[in-house]
């Protein structure tokens, strides 16, 4: 990934982190983004190589603008990877049934993980190389309705069906991410390492075919059979 710009949101924490770290490693230069200053600050510090932090909620739509003309300006030819992590669930996973659902959390939901994805990607597409590649992490609870996981499940279903419909608009690459269940403040802390989980954002981002991934959902099949 050298001489690459990429933008991760939602990198304080989890899947985010993790990719960025990934991405840094390999020689990228990394933008990335979180609501609250001082967690991003502290993971900023934390990666080796060329990393830049901007405080940004991907909720707010010139937030997230400020945050792709940052990364743009430092750039040779534009944006070349964006991954959108920024989620949030408000609840225990499998512990939120949709007909107990806040109307305040579903929207905030709806906002953070859809919208926000949305917001994302319109945001980046002035800024985005001519091959660039826009990365959007799910979960299979966004085709395979499952009890208790409420707001977030319709969210992150909402965020594929986003995904789809720029790749079939955009001359770039867009497609959803699925790494499985992954170790975070989202699952409860249950799952896999989000260290492993990032070694399928780099494959998705660098090696995967682009027409093999195009508009479609990626997972650890794919990845483990094109690298094994």
Not at 40 to 59: K, T
Request: overall charge negative; hydrophobic content about 45%; glycine content about 12%.
């Amino acid at each position: 990934m050298d001489g690459l710009t990429a933008v991760v949101t939602g990198a304080s924490r989890g899947i985010g982190e993790a990719v960025a770290r990934r991405f840094a490693d390999e020689g990228a230069r990394v933008v990335v983004c979180a609501r609250e200053q001082d967690a991003l600050d502290e993971v900023v510090a934390d990666i080796d190589g060329e990393v830049e932090g901007l405080r940004a909620d991907v909720r707010d739509e010139f937030d997230v603008e400020r945050l792709m003309e940052t990364a743009a300006r430092g750039s040779d030819g534009g944006i070349d990877v964006v991954v959108a992590c920024a989620g949030v669930y408000h609840g225990s996973p499998g512990e939120t049934p949709l007909a107990g659902e806040a109307y305040a959390a579903f929207d905030d939901a709806l906002r953070t993980n859809a919208r926000g994805v949305f917001a994302t990607v319109r945001e980046a597409l002035p800024h985005l190389a001519d091959d660039a590649r826009v990365l959007v992490p799910s979960g299979n609870v966004a085709r395979e309705a499952k009890p208790g996981y409420g707001s977030y499940a319709v969210s992150k279903a909402a965020a594929e069906a986003v995904v789809r419909g720029f790749a079939t608009e955009l001359d770039q690459t867009a497609c959803v991410v699925d790494p499985g269940v992954v170790a975070t403040r989202l699952t409860g802390g249950a799952g896999r390492d989000p260290e492993d989980a990032a070694g399928l954002f780099h494959w998705a981002a660098t090696d995967a075919p682009a027409e093999d991934v195009d508009g479609k959902v990626v997972g650890l099949k794919e990845y483990r059979k094109a690298t094994a």
